[in-house]
Every structure is written in structure tokens, then in C-alpha cells.
């Protein structure tokens, strides 16, 4: 049981390159979500999908695409970077409760940095 | 909207020290509230989940609390060790509305404890 992954762990882009950062769970979870974490700011959420075939807007979704074809996966997209896009991306991934989550695990994280 | 705060940002004790952390949160409409810690450089590790309806959880070395209706939580450490240094967030599970769906984090206490 790997959890959840992600891939790469480190990335350089330049400004307008467009890229996808990987992240898979093994826990068969309906719900996965993408945030960023950046000095003085704490963890944001960019996107999130309660399960395959859906997905919605977080707090911080300019700039970023998502898709959910399987339970497994939840790629995040740039497509084209800017130097405001630097930033540390984790996924994470859980059940579903009655009323809301259930207890988040996240991957280790991708060092994104965009020059 | 969900805002959630934590005192201290940053705390610095001596080896065996019992610790108080505390987070806050406006919308006594949560599903669960979740304390992480996170080390430099790596990802986000669950330590504790309290449920809504539930007044604390125990780990070890480690107690959280919920008082939902006033809005805290408070996390204890006893006896603190050097391997206790991090930062430790906490996340709260919105249960209703737009807050479904969605987990709302502090911007995390600095924990370091010195030998």
C-alpha cells in the first residue's frame, strides 16, 4: 500500500512552459484535492473531485486544470507557467463521510519552481 | 468563509516541557478537525482527528481537544522530546454548504525543542 504519490518531486520550469504534476492513491478514495503551500500563506486549495468525472475550483484555480478519469488519478495541469506559480504542490486524498471528509492523507510533494 | 487560526506561530522550549497549541475557527460548522504535523522539506502526517460530536483524542505523548461551540481546539504535548520539533497544523472539515467538500488549514505553530 503506497498511499498516496506524486511525481515529480522537483521541477524547473520557464515562464509559459506547460506542465502535469502526477498524483496517484492506492486507498481506492472518492475524494482528492490539490493544494499549494507557500511561505506566509499556509496550504490553499486549488482544485478538488469527490470522485471520476467530477471535479471543482478551490480557492486558487486560475492557472491549473484538473481531471478525474479513474479513482486513482488526479493530474494537476499548468498550462502555461508563471514565476507566481512557484510553490510547493501536495496532493491529498480521502473517504467520504456522512457530512463532510473523512481523515486527509497527503503525498510528499512537488517543489515546483518557475523562472 | 471558514477562517482558521493558530497561536503561536512559532514556539521554542526546552527538552521535557509540557506544550499547549491552539487553533481557532469562525464556522462552528465543522465535520472533523484534524492536527498534522509537517517536517522541513516534507509532507503533511495526520496525528490526530477529532470528530464533531466528539470532546477530545489521545495519541501518546500527544491530546487534542474540541470545543466546537466556542470554536477551539488545543493540542497537548507532554514531556516534549527534540524529535517533537516541526510545525504542526490544523485543518478543519466543513459540513454543510459551499464547506462541503473542502478543508480549511491554520497557518501552522513552529515547534522547536531544544536538548
Known amino acids: 500500500n503506497a498511499g498516496v504519490t506524486q511525481t515529480p518531486k522537483f521541477q524547473v520550469l520557464k515562464t509559459g512552459q506547460s506542465m502535469t504534476l502526477q498524483c496517484a492513491q492506492d486507498?481506492?478514495?472518492?475524494?482528492m484535492s490539490w493544494y499549494r503551500q507557500d511561505p506566509g500563506m499556509g496550504l490553499r486549495l486549488i482544485h478538488y473531485?469527490?470522485?471520476?468525472?467530477?471535479?471543482d475550483q478551490g480557492e486558487v484555480p486560475n492557472g491549473y486544470n484538473v481531471s478525474r478519469s479513474t479513482t486513482e488519478d488526479f493530474p494537476l495541469r499548468l498550462l502555461s507557467a508563471a514565476p507566481s506559480q512557484t510553490s510547493v504542490y501536495f496532493c491529498?486524498?480521502?473517504?467520504?463521510?456522512?457530512?463532510?471528509?473523512?481523515?486527509?492523507?497527503f503525498g510528499p510533494g512537488t517543489r515546483l519552481t518557475v523562472l | 468563509k471558514q477562517e482558521v487560526t493558530q497561536i503561536p506561530a512559532a514556539l521554542s522550549v526546552p527538552e521535557g516541557e509540557n506544550l499547549v497549541l491552539n487553533c481557532s475557527f469562525t464556522?462552528?460548522?465543522?465535520?472533523?478537525l484534524q492536527w498534522f504535523r509537517q517536517d522541513p522539506g516534507k509532507g503533511l502526517t495526520s496525528l490526530l482527528l477529532i470528530q464533531s460530536s466528539q470532546r477530545e483524542q489521545t495519541s501518546g505523548r500527544l491530546n487534542a481537544s474540541l470545543d466546537k461551540s466556542s470554536g477551539r481546539s488545543t493540542l497537548y504535548i507532554a514531556a516534549s522530546q527534540p524529535g517533537d520539533s516541526a510545525t504542526y497544523l490544523c485543518?478543519?472539515?466543513?459540513?454543510?454548504?459551499?464547506?462541503?467538500?473542502?478543508?480549511?488549514f491554520g497557518r501552522g505553530t513552529q515547534l522547536t525543542v531544544w536538548p
Open positions: 473531485s469527490v470522485g471520476a468525472g467530477i471535479t
Open positions: 464556522d462552528s460548522a465543522i465535520y472533523n
Open positions: 486507498m481506492n478514495h472518492e475524494y
Open positions: 491529498a486524498s480521502s473517504t467520504q463521510g456522512l457530512a463532510g471528509l473523512n481523515e486527509q492523507f
Open positions: 485543518a478543519v472539515s466543513g459540513d454543510r454548504g459551499s464547506t462541503l467538500g473542502r478543508l480549511y
